[in-house]
């Protein structure tokens, strides 16, 4: 008899976590996975941020329901709302875009059908005491090579560096299609192909986000790189000069020199134009692959663009961008829905005060 039971027992132990996994799988058909966009440090209190949620149906059946996130304050719980169509076997990527109020408590993250809730998640809020890059492109040896960047002596903390997701099957990039939730970044570096690929939505909500003092600084792969038809629509036409950069801001190597028409600035590194509050920068190098992306002169570049000492109303607005996150009032978010400056109901429409491309503060300069 004992040795009965004790048979018994070791079936039960070695099937224990088969019949525990069959029991969560009917518990819950569908899994969820969330986080910010750009990476962990993306999530800050008292701005508006993108969250990459991704559910996975497990079940044999299609299933209609919603992606739920709620955003728990000290005050209040706001749910933010997507609808979401999920068929068998399958999984769906969406970006939600929501405001974290100053006074955050947790946000969860979870599909709702029916009335019941399936697999919820918690995102943690990050805060990032350095300045924030994100990399659109070969992003994991630049962010490997800006490991530790110190901008200042004055702020001794490291930029935080995150990264551009790519959709597993064709490759383009995943971005925000709202403008505020590119406001807790300080300069987006970019490969100037994967940029190309920028299009619709999200390539407007990241012209707004220049505007409003947004800083890009792209990367060539090649000359032929400014013959693309958006680039140019952005920053005019560039050229190819004559003869080639060098200085402590350009790596090593034969990079062509680069020239343009006002406003177009010529730098010591290729060029500048200023586009409304914002600055993009090209630079005749290709700093997101190797072996530039590791050369001490890329890293000298980015952090003198992170420098820059930044006039309100002149480099940027006196309202920031995403001011007004704890005042969201709108509940449902869709990516097809489009909006300008705008983080909930209240809108942070920029008002120039000063001038916004003055002579004397119309580049950059870097020499």
């Known amino acids: 008899m004992a040795r009965v039971a004790w048979i018994f027992a070791a079936l039960v132990t070695a099937f224990s976590p088969a019949l525990a996994k069959g029991q969560h799988d009917r518990r819950s058909p569908v899994h969820v996975t969330a986080r910010p966009l750009f990476g962990d440090g993306f999530l800050v209190p008292g701005e508006c941020t993108a969250l990459l949620v991704r559910a996975e149906n497990r079940s044999t059946r299609a299933l209609h329901g919603q992606i739920v996130a709620r955003i728990e304050s000290w005050e209040r719980v706001t749910p933010h709302i997507l609808p979401l169509d999920l068929p068998p076997r399958s999984s769906r990527s969406a970006v939600m875009s929501v405001a974290v109020p100053s006074s955050l408590n947790r946000i969860t993250v979870a599909f709702e059908m029916d009335g019941q809730t399936m697999d919820p998640q918690t995102v943690s809020a990050g805060i990032s005491l350095g300045q924030t890059v994100v990399v659109l492109g070969d992003a994991m040896q630049l962010r490997g090579a800006l490991a530790g960047l110190q901008v200042t002596t004055a702020n001794p903390n490291d930029a935080h560096v995150g990264i551009v997701p790519m959709e597993p099957a064709s490759g383009d990039p995943i971005l925000p299609r709202q403008s505020v939730d590119w406001a807790s970044v300080d300069l987006l570096l970019a490969s100037a192909p994967t940029l190309a690929r920028v299009t619709g939505p999200e390539r407007d909500a990241l012209l707004n986000w220049l505007h409003a003092g947004g800083r890009l600084l792209i990367f060539l792969r090649s000359p032929a790189d400014l013959r693309d038809a958006s680039l140019r629509s952005l920053v005019g036409e560039v050229r190819v000069g004559e003869g080639v950069v ?3 801001l ?4 034969a990079h062509v020199a680069l020239n343009g028409d006002p406003p177009i600035f010529v730098e010591s590194f290729g060029v500048s134009v200023r586009v409304g509050f914002g600055h993009v920068f090209i ?12 050369a001490p002169e890329t890293r000298e570049l980015i952090r003198a663009i992170l420098g820059q000492t930044l006039v309100p109303g002149i480099d940027v607005p006196i309202n920031a961008l995403g001011v007004g996150a704890e005042s969201a009032g709108e509940t449902v978010f869709h990516p097809p829905i489009r909006r300008f400056l705008t983080c909930g ?13 003055s002579p004397w503060r119309s580049c950059c300069c870097f020499m």
């Open 283 to 294: 630079a005749s190098f290709d700093g997101t692959a190797s072996p530039s992306a590791f």
């Open 246 to 248: 060098t200085g402590p």
């Open 345 to 357: 109901l209240r809108s942070t429409r920029t008002k120039a005060i000063g001038p916004v491309s």
């Open 250 to 253: 350009v790596p090593p190597g």
